[in-house]
């Protein structure tokens, strides 16, 4: 229950209430920090007590008003209001929450928000001892079943722990692109042309009075691989995870470019090259200025055709655009921009993770201006699309998707 604030006698426990519901807030994900509770605490003091009819409700819009920053974090915060403030069984509440999880069974979608809340809550109140058990537990219980629907369950619905062991298993995922012909020769003992270099060489080597010669065949490359990665408040819990996905391709091959996008374009190529996947994720937050923003998809686009396409877009390169195509301009000047990026690169793949959707139609202005220019539209949610992209991405590329289908 809410406490009934007195002049004096209960001002220490608004206190310390409002910061054990921070903490549960701050555990479940979202970024309430010191200040906030401070502000909290002054603005419910001026608010008053909850002697009216409306009290809980001022209590509650006063709390979001301060604590929230965004508008996607309020489905989280009304749950945890409505059970660490109004019900006094608590466990119970969130015991059923985790049933349906438990035996399998795909939860609701009003459910699901509560996953990382449910997690929080049990975290903070269980020991150490029981952690531990907990743990070892689950470690247990981690059988081929377990990963399976690991790795069908959709990103923004995981738990913390699910969201821990499903970067560890995108670790081991790997982008094998095909190998592309160059002009450049190698040396070879079967090929079917004369290295003349590597054959004036060798005759230098014996005086000129033999000239071997030397035999070359073309090179065979993995082609460079460009990514732009949308940013913004809808693909928050898809970017973080796709970034990981990308800090294992980074340190597996060469030429790799990794650009984000929300309201600005990002190179983060070299902060995702370092080996610790917890140092460059540190790194790559730290460069990013517009995380969980808007989106300006045409602008961005068309300052890394300006910018960076030439530097990065050679020898046959291949790109991925991560973006759920919302855009708040409206498309506008998207479709030249995307015409442009599709002529400068090998094929262009657009990931969605909107198409996780069956009835997902083009309708928004920004993906009707996108789908004529791209290759492939596959979606990106979870493992199993990860997979499933690169086994896509393997084999040899048919030709463009037909964009009338979508329309």
């Not at 990963?147 to 913390?160: N, P």
């Not at 928050?236 to 990794?258: E, K, Q, S």
């Not at 996780?356 to 493992?383: C, I, Q, S």
Request: glycine content about 4%; overall charge positive; some cysteine.
């Amino acid at each position: 229950m809410l406490p009934q604030l007195e002049p004096a006698a209960t001002r220490g426990k608004l206190s310390e209430n409002v910061m054990h519901f921070a903490r549960l807030l701050r555990a479940a994900g979202l970024r309430v920090g010191p200040d906030r509770v401070i502000d909290c605490v002054k603005a419910l003091e001026i608010a008053g007590t909850l002697s009216s009819s409306h009290g809980r409700e001022d209590w509650y819009w006063t709390m979001s008003s301060v604590l929230l920053s965004r508008e996607e974090q309020r489905p989280v915060f009304d749950q945890a209001f409505r059970l660490f403030w109004r019900d006094p069984k608590l466990t119970e509440k969130m015991m059923q929450m985790l049933l349906p999880k438990t035996y399998g069974r795909t939860p609701k979608p009003e459910e699901q928000q509560s996953q990382r809340l449910t997690d929080a809550l049990f975290g903070q109140n269980k020991p150490e001892n029981e952690r531990e058990e907990q743990k070892v537990e689950l470690d247990a219980r981690l059988t081929f079943s377990s990963r399976e629907l690991l790795q069908r369950m959709d990103f923004d619905t995981m738990s913390a722990a699910e969201l821990a062991e499903a970067k560890k298993m995108m670790r081991e995922l790997r982008l094998p692109l095909p190998m592309v012909r160059t002009r450049r020769q190698a040396p070879h003992r079967r090929g079917a042309r004369v290295h003349l270099r590597a054959t004036m060489r060798e005759s230098l080597r014996e005086g000129g009075d033999i000239i071997p010669l030397v035999r070359a065949r073309p090179q065979y490359v993995h082609p460079p691989l460009v990514v732009l990665c949308d940013i913004s408040g809808s693909m928050n819990p898809y970017a973080r995870m796709f970034l990981h996905f990308l800090h294992a391709i980074t340190n597996d091959r060469d030429r790799v470019h990794t650009f984000v996008f929300g309201t600005r374009l990002t190179n983060v190529t070299r902060q995702l090259r370092h080996r610790d996947v917890d140092v460059a994720m540190a790194r790559v937050a730290d460069a990013i200025k517009d995380w969980s923003g808007g989106t300006r998809i045409g602008v961005c686009l068309r300052e890394f055709n300006w910018r960076w396409a030439r530097r990065v877009l050679g020898q046959n390169a291949c790109v991925l655009l991560v973006s759920d195509g919302l855009d708040r301009e409206a498309g506008e000047g998207l479709a030249e921009e995307m015409e442009r990026l599709a002529m400068s690169s090998r094929y262009l793949v657009w990931l969605n993770p909107l198409l996780r959707y069956e009835r997902f139609e083009a309708k928004p202005a920004g993906v009707r201006a996108m789908l004529p220019h791209v290759d492939l539209f596959l979606p990106v949610h979870n493992l199993k699309s990860l997979v499933e992209l690169a086994h896509t991405l393997s084999r040899p590329l048919a030709r463009p998707m037909e964009a009338s289908a979508w329309k």
